[in-house]
């Protein structure tokens, strides 16, 4: 029986993360996984195949609609080949799993294919391609998430479909109509508006990405409104029914009135729920709550004492990133070492167009919270920047501490704000002040220069373009 220091149990972003770190601190380390091919959701069916699409869609999307004001004129029809744009996001795909590959075999980590299920908190029992049973004295729980839905609903994966089945359609949809509107059935809306489906967003809150920062919710409505995407707000969906070339989707308003749906396709996007199938916990000590998560302690440690779970199976954002760090905090925590996470700066993403991103407290928590604060706020628009590209949607919003300064959130909508947040995290993480951020030099022109101008307006309200 091969034994091990570590053995890791999934192989997405933060299972693969945290089996190289251990790799790193000397640690002899095995990664289980039960698909061919590493890197989870997030690699195969989520983050990698979602953003292929939303920049092939997006490069369809400026041919047909804005190459000629840049001066570009084509000759011809533009066509859409859905299938070859799909082969393009496949290989991407493909790429990338073969690099998890390579990383495995770089850190002599040793891999098995098959379901890992515990005997005890020691032996692992995999069944699969690899049929065998190790023994690890730590092991770290990483299997991840799968998507939700609700209990009346019956996922056909034909006509009523999950994201995993939305990322490799064969064709573009009349209309969508997707059910949730946070992250998932915002970006892969947006790729199929941009294809030419017709789009209805249905959600049971009364705004899209209802957990980011309400100024967000508002902006990001009024651009997708623009692209002619329509949202039902409000919404508390009843039924849906598969009636053969279409779908019929049934919701009460906030006023109770019955509102009926149809399209071809109906996108179930509501939300993600933990995957913890075939571990077997219970004879390994392992407790899960009633939200089927795997109960931890702050250190990420389960009730068995040399078991610890990261990622989507514990409490938290569902983000690869969130993952990432708790993978490697874990990995160093086993080593011995005293890791930090800050939760409260974990970055959150939307990637349409334009990208919405956030870290830190939104304003309606500050005001929940009684935080007394300072709020600035500088529009796309007003950048040199952002006129050359034609981005000039979205805004950077500071909101800082009303009496010492330190920046307590930064949300932003805008081109690339996905990689703008990034200076909000490192500002956050080093506690600096708005000042501070207003005070550094940003290269012209740039889109990070709202940031500069939005930490301006939070300080004395002295941003000099508006």
Known sequence: ?????????????????????????????????????????????????????????????????????HGIELTGDVKLNLEKMMERK???????????????????????????????????????????????????????SK?????????????????????????????????????????????????????????????????????????????MKKQKVKFAVSHKVTSVENTGDEVVIKATDKKDKEIEFKGDYCLVSVGRRPFTKGLNTDAAG????????????????????????????????MLAHKAEEEGVFVAETIAGQKPHIDYNLIPGVVYTWPEVASVGKTEEQLKEDKVEYKSGQFPMRALGRSRASGDTDGFVKILSDKETDEVLGVHIVGARAADLISEAVTAMEFRASAEDIARMSHAHPTYSEAVKEAALAATEDRALHI
């Open 90 to 144: 496949a290989s991407v795909v493909d790429q990338t799993t073969k690099g998890i590959d390579f990383l495995m075999d770089k850190n002599k980590i040793d891999t098995y294919e098959g379901v890992g299920s515990f005997e005890d908190n020691t032996h692992i029992k995999i069944e699969g391609k690899d049929n065998t049973t190790i023994e690890a004295k730590h092991t770290i729980i990483a299997t991840g």
């Open 147 to 223: 998507p939700a839905s609700l209990p009346f609903i019956d996922i056909d994966k034909e006509r009523i479909i999950t994201s995993t089945e939305a990322l490799k359609l064969k064709e573009v949809p009349k209309h969508l109509v997707i059910i949730g509107g946070g992250v998932i059935g915002l970006e892969l809306g947006q790729v199929y508006k941009r294809l030419g489906a017709e789009v209805t967003v249905v959600e049971y809150m009364d705004r899209i990405i209802p957990t980011m920062d309400k100024a967000q919710s508002k902006e990001l409505t009024k651009v």
């Open 286 to 317: 392992v407790k899960m709550n009633d939200r089927g998560q795997i109960e931890v302690d702050k250190h990420l440690k389960t009730s068995a004492d040399n078991i610890y779970a990261i990622g989507d199976v514990v409490k938290g954002a």
């Open 1 to 69: 029986m091969s034994t091990y220091d570590v053995a890791v149990i999934g192989s997405g972003p933060g299972g693969y993360v945290a089996a190289i770190r251990c790799a790193q601190l000397g640690m002899k380390t095995a990664i289980i996984e039960k698909y061919s091919t590493k890197g989870g959701t997030c690699l195969n069916v989520g983050c990698i195949p979602s953003k292929a699409l939303l920049d092939s869609s997006h490069h369809y999307e400026d041919a047909i609609k804005h190459f000629e004001e």
